[in-house]
């Protein structure tokens, strides 16, 4: 005999969910059967963001990040933003951090994400010949590598830096040193030792 | 200066996925910027298995477990269940953990909540007069009571229990104690006091 089981488009929709990052089968089922037991408008509404997701928002050709489709993007249409500065960042996530901290006002430039032999990740995948096409428009004096600090980050960062001194443009990197109000049992060897060699005078 | 902030349908489908239960205003944003990484495939698919939630599951008028519209419930159309027991939970997810245990094959009658005089649940809210219809109906000779053991679920299987008994239709309730595979240590004392008190001669 047959196990018992939810009707096909609860267990479709459960199927669906469950390939999202960071929902398993347990929260899959939670969400489908919150999801019928609120009624007739939650899931639709739902349904109906997701659809304008794919058919409303593209990836600015200029700089990487998202826009509307028949919008100019947010960032590159904004005149107060200086030219002469841009920060390269692997993903448009990244952007957003960046901003909220207040501490940079220029162009960004998303790169999609980082060079990575192991999964196959050539400088060709990466948005690189257009950033060197844009530093030499803007024209941009200065590029910021926003880029984590593993292995894959840091080659990325030495290829670009690398084709960016060719170009003679100034290249730069973020810091690297204790994050802000953590003590140091909360820091692990490496970044300790970046922070003493980056220390300051105060 | 306005803050930067993501495209309008993005920041919408982050406002729907973060009013679900579990998923909070960070893990949503990774959900999107995900099905935004995955191109144009992932998020229409979703999107079209919660239209067809909404539009094709129902509720089974008679036992209250969901089925799918135009066909019988997979539960009050199989003929090989037992029609004299009556097993009642409180919402369909039940339903299936019991079917998943093995240890019953009889009708279940989901209720839909329980009693929460705070929450404005009233008998009327529940599928109670139902219940008593289908018991007389089937005709049942038992009816088992497997609600939760909170103060709620008391309330709710001492108010059932008492119309049943005046039907005079036997009740039951699941046994209360110590959980498969668990030791002393991870048992409250609330448990342990009613292992005790249901103690079994071995």
């Known amino acids: 005999m047959a196990a ?38 939650q899931a639709p509404q739902l349904a109906d ?39 390269v960042v692997e993903q448009a996530a990244d952007v957003l951090r960046l901003e909220r ?27 690189i010949a257009p950033l060197l096409h844009r530093v030499r428009d803007l024209p941009a004096e200065e590029v910021i590598l926003a880029l984590s600090s593993d292995v894959e980050g840091e080659a990325t960062a030495n290829y670009i830096a690398d084709l960016l001194r060719r170009a003679e443009i100034k290249v730069t990197r973020l810091a690297q040193g204790m994050p802000a109000g953590g003590g140091l049992d909360h820091v692990d060897e ?8 980056g220390r300051r005078t105060i």
């Not at 032999?117 to 995948?125: A, F, G, H, S």
């Open 4 to 41: 018992l089981e939810y009707p096909a488009p609860i267990r479709q929709l459960i199927w669906q969910l469950k390939s999202l990052p960071g929902i398993g089968p347990r929260s899959a089922e939670r969400l489908v059967l919150w999801l019928l037991s609120t009624g007739a408008t």
């Open 101 to 127: 901290s207040g501490a940079f006002r220029g162009q960004y430039h998303v790169l999609g994400g980082k060079l990575s032999p192991l999964d196959n990740v050539t400088p060709e995948d990466l948005r």
């Open 190 to 197: 490496m970044t300790l030792f970046r922070a003493l060699e």
């Open 49 to 87: 963001a997701l659809k304008a997701l794919g058919s409303s928002v593209e990836m600015c050709e200029a700089c990487g990040f998202y826009s509307e489709c028949g919008t100019q993007c947010a960032l590159c249409s904004d005149d107060r933003r200086q030219r002469a500065v841009v920060c």
